[in-house]
T-cell receptor, first 115, second 110 residues
């Protein structure tokens, strides 16, 4: 079974450039989560979707960040313009919201470096 | 909201037993998760507790006391491959959203 798929696995870009991260959740899962992980702040939830609808985006740091989920099998996280402080590992996770205690399964992450 | 506390680092010897504690404060409780994360990899699900008591899963067990806001992860017969970070997480609101602790980095030595 395919797990959560993320691309690219590594991204190096220059300050000011647009960055787009992609995620394909586990088939049949209806909740999708975007996290950012840094040494300083640990694992932070940025935004999550239920049935393709954004439910909570309170973790999105600022307007430079946006996320979309056009269908049940694809989501993007975009940073425009990128800044060096955005350097982090970005994880996507998915779960099945219908169960009592949904377990989240993480993708391999995208390691973003903004120079 | 959730406040979650875990020790930052622990060291233990191969073959030994180690207990990783997690305390939390939450406005509504739906359960507690434990994840393992090896360096450079994604977090992977280990266990969850909904009711008080001990849940055993092979060499790993997780305990929960809801009245005390306390959980621990017990790792027995430690192996070198158990060197990783262990994160506890508490669901929020609808139970879909998780708030993670900062993780405990465990180093297993010979």
């Amino acid at each position: 079974d395919a797990g959560v798929i993320q691309s690219p696995r590594h991204e190096v870009t220059e300050m000011g450039q647009e960055v787009t991260l992609r995620c394909k959740p586990i088939s049949g899962h209806n909740s999708l989560f975007w996290y950012r992980q840094t040494m300083m702040r640990g694992l932070e939830l940025l935004i999550y979707f239920n049935n393709n609808v954004p439910i909570d985006d309170s973790g999105m740091p600022e307007d430079r960040f946006s996320a979309k989920m056009p269908n049940a099998s694809f989501s993007t996280l975009k940073i425009q313009p990128s800044e060096p402080r955005d350097s982090a590992v970005y994880f996507c996770a998915s779960s099945l919201a219908a169960v009592r205690l949904p377990t989240q399964y993480f993708g391999p992450g995208t390691r973003l470096t903004v120079l | 909201g959730q406040n979650i506390d875990q020790p930052t680092e622990m060291t233990a010897t191969e073959g030994a037993i180690v207990q990783i504690n997690c305390t939390y404060q939450t406005s509504g409780f739906n359960g507690l998760f434990w994840y393992q994360q090896h360096a450079g990899e994604a977090p992977t699900f280990l266990s969850y507790n909904v009711l008080d008591g001990l849940e055993e899963k092979g060499r790993f067990s997780s305990f929960l006391s809801r009245s005390k806001g306390y959980s621990y992860l017990l790792l027995k017969e430690l192996q070198m491959k158990d060197s990783a970070s262990y994160l506890c997480a508490v669901p929020t609101g609808t139970a879909s959203k998780l708030t993670f602790g900062t993780g405990t980095r465990l180093q297993v030595t010979l």
